[in-house]
């Protein structure tokens, strides 16, 4: 599956890309903030997004909203910390499936995918 | 976590970047005590911290996320107003940044993290709650409303202010009334099943209650202005938005009844702008009734549900029929309700897209201005990539290595020129082969050194904090001025200025400056000012540290000196007072009365000198007394390869580095003369100590000869005359150090390294400052 990686930590990219690589997911395309990853999404066509919240230029929310203009249906994933938890609703009605709260482990990660995946299945 | 295996590189690379970012925090941290309001700032600070803490924490440095978090909840909480960032906080936030700093090192020393000061993250917490003070802006719904049960009035009652604010508190009714008077119960008898939910969605549940009356609410204002034909098409589409949003939720919850019932709105929302009909109304006001009814009940975690799907069915098709005139408390044209949500959905997109500007998207909305512009400088930090140093260092060495072949290859160039060896066409070739080569190594050498070059504020953008910390500790108003923080240079020159500059700071703020009383005794303003630039000058960097203190006491660093026994009386009355002053530079002298923690830490500007000059750097100083003294440190650009002129001696070839150089002369027998037993030159009109180099080195009289030609050497102002035998010419040399031992003792003469000649011989690299080192004790022995 190809999976993007929007997030303006290198270190968190690199963590993510990890736990990913782990549950077997190695086609990993990364973007540095909403800005960087709206002009990769045309060219990379992920099947998954898992999209970082609090991030220079376009934050991860706006980075959904603007998504979701052109593209319902690639699932988003939004990553998260706990002090965030509070605004998860607002991601949601832009257009976020999941969300996932740092930090994760593989097998939490692994259950999000799945959850997401199989909700919009049966959605569709 | 703790099955989560990390490479190596994550922590590493977690150090590189989390670094960069606590050195700029330092930075921010200083600015923004100054501009307090500053909200970029703000944010920049608080993400900053925050992607440390992120990474931080699925590294599983526990102690380091827990002082992170404190910091960062109390930024969260200066950045949504809720108090203006005053000095403690200030002093708490560095305190907490410089644990942070503290872990770093544990974690490079593979040391267990300190733990932080329990005052500072209990204090740090205690802000970020905002000492009781409410969130009036973007956190509003986790603080204020999530804990009212949010019951709200019908929007004819509520003209709806800007941002969702807490509303008027209805006592115990977890019910959003919805006007019209549609009643659930017409449908039939409502089925209640306990809510089974996995715990990360249960934790959003409450939020997802409060949510989803608003959204009423601010649905029952717009199927209100369906009734109005002028407000109808921008109702239309602000309802379809809304029932998306909710959509979206429910589908979120996998609560399929609400979700179908908001689908439902969408559909009717969507008839209502093609068809122009107010019996819209009634289904729309009962949908709402239905998902009201479920949300009080998931508030009490149980699902609630009614036979719906007939109810649905007439969304579609029933429209047209409805009887029932419209019939709404609401005043129809109510300005109040109408301008928000409808402006911006009013526009020409269509509703069935979901405009991105969400009416209740304005607190994350505000982030996305400027984009253009920061996205440009986003893109160029993206066209870098980490290089491990030790391979820049392999690099350089190559180039290195590369100088030294070319050298060799121009040296044989010139032979065959010379002998007129080959035919005239091979050395025509051979000519312009080792010129090409030669071109090509300077520029590969300079791409190559650039690859190394960082900027000085790298360094320079501590100093801020530094100084702020010195001031309050002395009691002293210090205004530090940077200038020429982007000049660059080598990034060992960089590694190794560090710790100098900072001590040389520490002097002007500790010994410099004055108190601010004995300032304005002195007829000076009471702040001090320290001003600290860089610039470049040729093949080298210069840096200037310049304070308007009170100067250097020349009499008292006799008086020390004297003291000392560094110099006897005599000698102290020959000296003119900039010799004086670079008396400070010996070992072992510090005029600092008692050891201040500021800058009595037992390390003297003698070691600040050696720090300089183990750069291929010089120090001096420009002492102004009563107005302040300034400290010139000049820097070459890189430390691994320069210009030199290569002299012979005896037989040897030494290499003279040609930034020290300023001129070569042949001195005829009446400039020589001797002061003290001292030889000297006149030179022009002035008088300058010669050394002879054979001496220097202790070449064994059998090989020393003739010594015609003085190497006219400077050191800042200093000058002295080097006498060789022989100018061999001018080559790149590459720098390669010496046994430390060798070079510890100053066995080989005062020489700081070797390189490889064009012959292919080594030959030793002449140690300037050491040499001067020589020139000046020799006469006072």
Not at chain 2, 723 to 737: A, D, F, H, N, Y
């Given at each position: 599956?190809?999976?993007?990686?929007?997030?303006?930590?290198?270190?968190?990219?690199?963590?993510?890309?990890?736990?990913?690589?782990?549950?077997?997911?190695?086609?990993?395309?990364?973007?540095?903030?909403?800005?960087?990853?709206?002009?990769?999404?045309?060219?990379?066509?992920?099947?998954?997004?898992?999209?970082?919240?609090?991030?220079?230029?376009?934050?991860?929310?706006?980075?959904?909203?603007?998504?979701?203009?052109s593209?319902?249906?690639?699932?988003?994933?939004?990553?998260?910390?706990?002090?965030?938890?509070?605004?998860?609703?607002?991601?949601?009605?832009?257009?976020?499936?999941?969300?996932?709260?740092?930090?994760?482990t593989p097998?939490?990660?692994?259950?999000?995918?799945?959850?997401?995946?199989?909700?919009?299945?049966?959605?569709a | 976590?703790?099955?989560?295996?990390?490479?190596?590189?994550?922590?590493?690379?977690?150090?590189?970047?989390?670094?960069?970012?606590?050195?700029?925090?330092?930075?921010?941290?200083?600015?923004?005590?100054?501009?307090?309001?500053?909200?970029?700032?703000?944010?920049?600070?608080?993400?900053?911290?925050?992607?440390?803490?992120?990474?931080?924490?699925?590294?599983q440095?526990?102690?380091?996320?827990?002082?992170?978090?404190?910091?960062e909840?109390?930024?969260?909480?200066?950045?949504?107003?809720?108090?203006?960032?005053?000095?403690?906080?200030?002093?708490?936030?560095?305190?907490?940044?410089?644990?942070?700093?503290?872990?770093?090192?544990?974690?490079?020393?593979?040391?267990?993290?300190?733990?932080?000061?329990?005052?500072?993250?209990?204090k740090?917490?205690?802000?970020?709650?905002?000492?009781?003070?409410?969130?009036?802006?973007?956190?509003a719904?986790?603080a204020?409303?999530?804990?009212?049960?949010?019951?709200?009035?019908?929007?004819?009652?509520?003209?709806?202010?800007?941002?969702?604010?807490?509303?008027?508190?209805?006592?115990?009714?977890?019910?959003?009334?919805v006007?019209?008077?549609?009643?659930?119960?017409?449908?039939?008898?409502?089925?209640?099943?306990?809510?089974?939910?996995?715990?990360?969605?249960a934790?959003?549940?409450d939020?997802?209650?409060?949510?989803?009356?608003?959204?009423?609410?601010?649905?029952?204002?717009?199927?209100?202005?369906?009734?109005?034909?002028?407000?109808?098409p921008?109702?239309?589409?602000?309802?379809?938005?809304?029932?998306?949003?909710?959509?979206?939720?429910?589908e979120?919850?996998e609560?399929?009844?609400?979700?179908?019932?908001?689908?439902?709105?969408?559909?009717?929302?969507?008839?209502?702008?093609?068809?122009a009909?107010?019996?819209?109304?009634?289904?729309?006001?009962?949908?709402?009734?239905?998902?009201?009814?479920?949300?009080?009940?998931?508030?009490?975690?149980?699902?609630?549900?009614?036979?719906?799907?007939?109810?649905?069915?007439?969304?579609?098709?029933?429209?047209t029929?409805?009887?029932?005139?419209a019939?709404?408390?609401?005043?129809?044209?109510?300005?109040?309700?109408?301008?928000?949500?409808?402006?911006?959905?009013?526009?020409?997109?269509?509703?069935?897209?979901?405009?991105?500007?969400?009416?209740?998207?304005?607190?994350?909305?505000?982030?996305?201005?400027?984009?253009?512009?920061?996205?440009?400088?986003?893109?160029?930090?993206e066209?870098?990539?980490?290089?491990?140093?030790?391979?820049?260092?392999?690099?350089?060495?190559?180039?290195?290595?590369?100088?030294?072949?070319k050298?060799?290859?121009?040296?044989?160039?010139?032979?065959?020129?010379?002998?007129?060896?080959?035919?005239?066409?091979?050395?025509?070739?051979?000519?312009e082969?080792?010129?090409?080569?030669?071109?090509?190594?300077?520029?590969?050498?300079l791409?190559?050194?650039?690859?190394?070059?960082q900027?000085?504020?790298?360094?320079?953008?501590?100093?801020?904090?530094?100084?702020?910390?010195?001031?309050?500790?002395?009691?002293?108003?210090?205004?530090?001025?940077?200038?020429?923080?982007e000049?660059e240079?080598?990034?060992s020159?960089?590694?190794?200025?560090?710790?100098?500059?900072?001590?040389?700071?520490?002097?002007?703020?500790?010994?410099?400056?004055?108190?601010?009383?004995?300032?304005?005794?002195?007829?000076?303003?009471?702040?001090?000012?320290?001003?600290?630039?860089?610039?470049?000058?040729?093949?080298?960097?210069?840096?200037?540290?310049?304070?308007?203190?009170?100067?250097?006491?020349?009499?008292?660093?006799?008086?020390?000196?004297?003291?000392?026994?560094?110099?006897?009386?005599?000698?102290?009355?020959?000296?003119?007072?900039?010799?004086?002053?670079?008396?400070?530079?010996?070992?072992?002298?510090?005029?600092?009365?008692k050891?201040?923690?500021?800058?009595?830490?037992?390390?003297?500007?003698d070691?600040?000198?050696?720090?300089?000059?183990?750069?291929?750097?010089?120090?001096?100083?420009?002492?102004?007394?009563?107005?302040?003294?300034?400290?010139?440190?000049?820097?070459?650009?890189?430390?691994a390869?320069?210009?030199?002129?290569?002299?012979?001696?005896?037989?040897?070839?030494?290499?003279?580095?040609?930034?020290?150089?300023?001129?070569?002369?042949?001195?005829?027998?009446?400039?020589?003369?001797?002061?003290?037993?001292?030889?000297v030159?006149?030179?022009?009109?002035?008088?300058?100590?010669?050394?002879?180099?054979?001496?220097?080195?202790?070449?064994?009289?059998?090989?020393?000869?003739?010594?015609?030609?003085?190497?006219?050497?400077?050191?800042?102002?200093?000058?002295?005359g080097?006498?060789?035998?022989?100018?061999?010419?001018?080559?790149?040399?590459?720098?390669?150090?010496?046994?430390?031992?060798?070079?510890?003792t100053?066995?080989?003469?005062?020489?700081?390294?070797?390189?490889?000649?064009?012959?292919?011989?080594v030959?030793?690299?002449?140690?300037?400052?050491?040499l001067?080192?020589?020139?000046?004790?020799?006469?006072?022995?």
């Amino acid at each position: 599956m190809k999976i993007m990686l929007i997030d303006d930590s290198k270190t968190m990219r690199n963590i993510q890309r990890s736990v990913l690589a782990q549950l077997g997911h190695t086609t990993i395309e990364e973007a540095c903030d909403g800005q960087d990853a709206l002009s990769k999404v045309g060219a990379f066509q992920p099947e998954l997004i898992l999209v970082d919240w609090n991030m220079p230029n376009m934050n991860g929310l706006e980075f959904v909203k603007a998504f979701r203009q052109s593209n319902k249906t690639t699932p988003l994933i939004m990553v998260t910390t706990e002090s965030e938890k509070a605004r998860v609703i607002e991601a949601i009605k832009a257009g976020v499936n999941n969300y996932v709260i740092k930090p994760f482990t593989p097998d939490l990660l692994s259950q999000r995918i799945n959850e997401t995946l199989s909700r919009l299945a049966k959605a569709a | 976590m703790s099955q989560m295996a990390f490479d190596p590189e994550l922590m590493q690379d977690f150090l590189t970047e989390s670094g960069e970012l606590l050195d700029q925090l330092d930075q921010d941290l200083v600015t923004l005590e100054t501009a307090p309001g500053d909200l970029e700032l703000l944010n920049r600070i608080f993400r900053a911290l925050h992607t440390i803490k992120g990474s931080a924490s699925f590294l599983q440095l526990t102690n380091l996320v827990h002082v992170a978090h404190a910091a960062e909840s109390c930024l969260n909480a200066a950045r949504n107003r809720v108090f203006v960032v005053c000095r403690s906080d200030m002093d708490l936030l560095l305190a907490a940044v410089d644990t942070i700093k503290k872990q770093f090192d544990d974690i490079r020393e593979g040391r267990d993290l300190t733990r932080a000061d329990e005052e500072v993250v209990a204090k740090l917490a205690a802000r970020g709650e905002g000492g009781g003070a409410d969130h009036p802006h973007e956190s509003a719904p986790d603080a204020a409303v999530a804990t009212a049960p949010a019951a709200t009035a019908p929007a004819a009652t509520a003209p709806q202010p800007p941002a969702p604010e807490c509303d008027a508190p209805s006592p115990s009714e977890p019910e959003v009334q919805v006007s019209g008077g549609a009643s659930p119960e017409t449908l039939g008898a409502a089925q209640e099943r306990p809510l089974v939910l996995d715990p990360s969605k249960a934790d959003l549940l409450d939020l997802l209650v409060v949510d989803v009356n608003e959204t009423l609410t601010k649905l029952d204002a717009q199927v209100a202005q369906l009734t109005a034909e002028a407000s109808r098409p921008g109702a239309a589409a602000a309802l379809h938005e809304l029932a998306d949003n909710l959509n979206k939720t429910a589908e979120f919850f996998e609560f399929a009844p609400m979700s179908r019932l908001a689908q439902g709105l969408m559909k009717l929302a969507s008839e209502a702008r093609s068809h122009a009909i107010d019996p819209a109304v009634p289904p729309a006001r009962l949908a709402m009734a239905l998902i009201a009814e479920q949300a009080a009940g998931l508030s009490q975690r149980k699902l609630i549900e009614r036979p719906i799907d007939s109810f649905l069915e007439t969304f579609t098709g029933a429209m047209t029929q409805s009887a029932t005139p419209a019939q709404s408390p609401t005043p129809a044209a109510s300005p109040s309700a109408q301008a928000k949500p409808s402006t911006a959905a009013a526009a020409p997109s269509p509703a069935s897209t979901a405009p991105a500007a969400s009416p209740t998207g304005n607190a994350a909305g505000d982030a996305g201005e400027d984009k253009s512009r920061e996205k440009h400088d986003a893109k160029a930090a993206e066209q870098t990539i980490r290089v491990e140093v030790g391979r820049l260092e392999a690099l350089l060495n190559l180039v290195g290595e590369l100088v030294l072949q070319k050298n060799r290859v121009n040296a044989m160039s010139r032979h065959i020129q010379a002998m007129n060896l080959g035919s005239q066409e091979f050395r025509e070739q051979a000519g312009e082969v080792s010129g090409g080569l030669d071109r090509v190594t300077s520029d590969l050498q300079l791409a190559v050194m650039k690859t190394r070059m960082q900027p000085l504020d790298k360094i320079f953008g501590k100093y801020p904090r530094l100084i702020r910390d010195l001031a309050a500790k002395l009691g002293k108003k210090i205004n530090l001025v940077i200038e020429g923080g982007e000049t660059e240079v080598d990034k060992s020159v960089i590694e190794q200025l560090g710790d100098p500059l900072i001590h040389l700071m520490r002097n002007s703020c500790d010994h410099g400056l004055e108190s601010p009383a004995d300032r304005a005794a002195a007829g000076k303003s009471e702040v001090g000012t320290i001003r600290l630039s860089a610039s470049n000058a040729g093949g080298h960097v210069e840096i200037r540290i310049a304070d308007d203190g009170r100067g250097l006491n020349t009499k008292r660093i006799s008086q020390k000196a004297i003291e000392k026994g560094l110099y006897t009386q005599a000698q102290i009355d020959q000296m003119s007072e900039q010799e004086l002053c670079r008396i400070i530079f010996l070992p072992g002298f510090s005029t600092a009365e008692k050891i201040s923690d500021v800058s009595g830490r037992g390390v003297g500007m003698d070691v600040v000198r050696s720090n300089i000059e183990k750069v291929k750097g010089t120090i001096d100083l420009i002492n102004d007394p009563g107005k302040g003294c300034t400290v010139l440190i000049k820097i070459p650009l890189t430390v691994a390869i320069m210009s030199a002129m290569m002299v012979g001696v005896g037989p040897e070839t030494y290499a003279v580095p040609l930034s020290s150089i300023v001129e070569i002369v042949r001195p005829e027998k009446d400039q020589l003369a001797s002061i003290n037993q001292s030889p000297v030159m006149r030179l022009r009109d002035t008088v300058l100590p010669l050394l002879q180099a054979a001496e220097l080195f202790s070449l064994p009289a059998s090989k020393r000869d003739d010594a015609p030609f003085a190497v006219v050497l400077s050191l800042s102002e200093r000058r002295v005359g080097l006498m060789v035998s022989r100018l061999i010419g001018q080559q790149e040399v590459v720098i390669k150090p010496l046994d430390e031992e060798l070079s510890r003792t100053g066995a080989g003469g005062p020489v700081s390294g070797a390189t490889v000649r064009d012959d292919g011989g080594v030959s030793l690299i002449v140690d300037v400052p050491r040499l001067f080192e020589l020139a000046e004790a020799e006469p006072r022995r």
